[in-house]
């Protein structure tokens, strides 16, 4: 009979003395490279950066692990049995053309934790995919499943990398760690990830919705919709896959790429539009309707959206999926309620900072594409209304109509202001400003009691920020720091 130590000596013989490149020194190459290392790998990480930039990244790998910064180079790809990339980092830069034209393989981070647990153990795979709202769906999905007394494990795009995860809570220095084995393992995957996937095959995934974003990377609309099907590209008639049905592009893949398969898996919808097998919404009250899950319901009506703790209209959207999903994989339907009514939100996405002289201050700064703005505007009005940082290959022309009807004035920061400006400039007061003090500084002056001043910049925030964790603080900060 084979076990599970058998299965994790195959594992570690599978990578031991491997010669490994992690491309990438982020969290998910940080994780990589430290699992690696455990399993006996003989590791190098390089990244462009520069040392200096990287110096709390660096302290956390083993001393065995070796690192190139300042770039790539050429000389150590070509020396390598197997490359690792971390989402951050294009697949087709030169270092990595090289390395394919060699035969090398090259998978990303999300690839190599699936691999290493599928030697190891059967647990499934939840894994998220979408271009809004998968932070919101990943953790609600995750919340149901504990509350319905499953355990997991909880990563990918969302929080830690999915191979930290495994080395703290699965394999720690190379042994099956005592208790080890969750019921799930719960992701957050972005199309990114998806780019260098070979085998990945979650049991249950998702596709929440699809809208223009990293237009920057992806040469066409055509491409980031066909990253975003690796999540299903795997999956079987024993798998299960959950759309959006009000989404026409997330339509048009189901159309194209699910439909046309023999061997495709079973397709459950979410629906605020029409009565779907799935979950839907029906007279403001959210139904399960399905023989699929592990508790079938016909038509039966779940939780009121006004009972929803998360507010805004495209968190019914978010409720709906992950109700669908946690009920797919067995979670309880009043643990299902009960989260729902619970669940405050995520930080940096619509979060409630302070109400100041009748004046009330959201930061979204998880708003980082046209579609999370058009999703944000829609839940308010009377807006001021903040945006900018790096432009990601965004029209953001789409937002005109909603912006001349909702918002009062515009304020525009960072590298993409005067392209957004050069699109919305007439639909409202339009000002620039340097940075995100000035712009909570003007954002008072120009509010009256009863309007919004609303961090959703539509952009990435590397011109000024680390990433949109410490924009949103320090847009809180400013906002504290400037009303008392």
């Known amino acids: 009979m084979i076990t599970v130590e058998d299965t994790l000596e195959t594992v570690q013989m599978t990578f031991k003395d491997k010669k490994v490149l992690v491309v990438g ?29 990287l110096e709390s990244q660096i302290k956390n790998l083993p001393s065995s692990v070796d690192i190139i910064t ?11 049995d197997i490359i690792i990339i971390s989402p951050g980092v294009p697949a087709q830069i030169p270092p990595l053309i090289y390395a394919r034209d060699k035969g090398i393989p090259i998978i990303s981070e999300i690839e190599l934790a699936y691999q290493i647990m599928k030697s190891v153990t059967t647990i499934p795979f939840i894994g998220i995919t979408g271009t809004n709202g998968k932070s919101t769906v990943t953790t609600l999905v995750d919340l149901m499943l504990q509350k319905s007394g499953h355990r997991t494990i909880l990563g990918g795009n969302i929080g830690n990398a999915l191979t930290e995860e495994i080395q703290k809570n699965i394999i720690v220095d190379g042994q099956i760690s005592p208790g080890a084995g969750p019921d799930y393992i719960v992701a957050e995957i972005s199309s990114f990830q998806l780019e260098s996937i070979k085998e990945f095959r979650p049991k249950i995934s998702a596709i929440l919705n699809i809208s223009p974003d990293h237009l920057d990377r992806y040469e066409s609309m055509a491409d980031y919709m066909n990253a975003k099907a690796g999540i299903f590209s795997n999956q079987t008639s024993e798998d299960y896959l959950m759309l959006s049905a009000d989404d026409p592009l997330v339509t048009q893949l189901r159309r194209e790429k699910v439909e046309v398969r023999i061997n495709r898996p079973e397709t459950l919808l979410f629906s605020t539009k029409e009565m779907v097998e799935g979950v839907y ?36 959207e978010n409720a709906m999926a992950s109700t669908l999903i946690a009920l797919m994989a067995g979670a309880n339907p009043e643990d299902v309620i009960y989260v729902l009514k619970s669940f405050p939100g995520l930080e940096h996405r619509l979060e409630f900072v302070k109400e100041v002289q009748g004046i009330t201050f959201i930061n979204d700064s998880k708003g980082t594409n046209t579609g999370a703005v058009a999703k944000s505007l829609a839940s308010f009005e009377h807006l001021i209304l903040i945006m900018g940082g790096t432009d990601k290959g965004s029209d953001f022309s789409i937002l005109k109509e909603e912006v001349k009807t909702k918002v009062k004035t515009l304020i525009l920061i960072g590298e993409a202001a005067e392209k957004i400006e050069n699109s919305l400039g007439d639909a409202a007061d339009t000002c620039k400003v340097k940075d995100l003090k000035e712009a909570v500084e003007l954002s008072l002056s120009k509010a009256s009691s009863g309007d919004t001043v609303l961090l959703s910049p539509g952009c990435a925030s590397f011109d000024m920020f680390e990433n949109f964790e410490e924009r949103g603080r320090e847009f809180k900060r400013a906002v504290h720091e400037i009303t008392g």
């Open 25 to 53: 020194l982020a969290r998910s190459g940080t994780g990589a490279a430290k699992l690696l290392s455990h399993l006996g790998a003989r590791v190098t990480v390089s990244d462009s950066k520069p040392r200096e930039m």
């Open 70 to 80: 300042g770039g790539n180079p050429q000389e150590k790809i070509a020396e390598s």
């Open 281 to 316: 919404l029906k007279d403001g009250v959210i139904c399960a309707n399905s023989s699929h899950f592990p508790h079938p319901f016909s038509h039966f009506p779940l939780i009121d959206v006004h009972d929803i703790k998360i507010r805004g209209v495209h968190n019914i």
